[in-house]
């Protein structure tokens, strides 16, 4: 509904700007974009990765992120 909508783009914006931590679950090669998750996110698919583009980051470790935008059901990070 439209209502859902809007519930969820509040949410993502809210975390615009937010510090997390984040672990790194897969590096796409083609794309050049590290799949990550926080604390808040299952591991299957199911909530939002925080994409960070650039360099490969080592898959199962911690960093600390800030995000950025969201894109779609994403959310968009650096590493700080």
Same mark, same amino acid.
Request: with cysteine.
């Given at each position: 509904?439209?209502?859902?909508? &809007?519930? $969820? ?12 931590? !984040?672990? &790194?679950?897969?590096?796409? !090669? ?21 994409l960070?583009p650039?360099?490969?980051?080592? &898959?199962?470790? $911690?960093?600390?992120? &800030? ?14």
């Amino acid at each position: 509904s439209e209502e859902n909508l &809007v519930a $969820f783009n509040n949410k993502m914006k809210s975390k615009i700007g937010r510090q997390f931590r !984040v672990l &790194v679950d897969r590096y796409d !090669v083609d794309e050049k974009i590290n799949y990550c998750r926080t604390f808040e996110s299952a591991p299957d698919d199911v909530d939002y990765y925080v994409l960070i583009p650039g360099k490969k980051l080592k &898959v199962g470790s $911690f960093y600390n992120a &800030v995000i950025t935008h969201y894109l779609n059901y994403d959310l968009i990070g650096i590493i700080i």
